[in-house]
Nanobody
Framework: VQLQAFGGGSVQAGGSLRLSCAASGRAANTYNMAWVRQAPGKEREFVAAISVSGGITFYAESVEGRFTISRDNAENTVSLQMSSLKAEDTAVYYC??????????????WGQGTQVTVSS
């Protein structure tokens, strides 16, 4: 499975961005998907995950209520709608896919990352 993340950019605090991740390859739409981020000098951080059907979602406490993860299995895409962005949301965001729905990093496939910069 290959993952391509896009949609990052620069935004002022309080603004919104929408990240998308296109999955390709065999049975790409049969994997649970997630977003993970890593800020400069910090450890990577789980952000959100969504089940194969889209019926189950997990969020990190730091983004709960501000971010929404969704997926379109017909298009093999997963999105992360980010609102009320804060400077501390600045990071490289990675999409990931795997057979298990994990509140962490236990995913088999990873995209290349897309930079999100929030200025205060």
């Amino acid at each position: 499975v290959q993952l391509q993340a896009f949609g990052g950019g620069s935004v002022q605090a309080g603004g919104s961005l929408r990240l998308s991740c296109a999955a390709s390859g065999r049975a790409a739409n049969t994997y649970n998907m997630a977003w993970v981020r890593q800020a400069p000098g910090k450890e990577r951080e789980f952000v959100a995950a969504i089940s194969v059907s889209g019926g189950i979602t997990f969020y990190a406490e730091s983004v709960e209520g501000r971010f929404t993860i969704s997926r379109d299995n017909a298009e093999n895409t997963v999105s992360l709608q980010m609102s009320s962005l804060k400077a501390e949301d600045t990071a490289v965001y990675y999409c990931a896919a795997g057979p298990s729905l994990d509140y962490g990093f236990n995913y088999h496939y990873w995209g290349q990352g897309t930079q999100v910069t929030v200025s205060s």
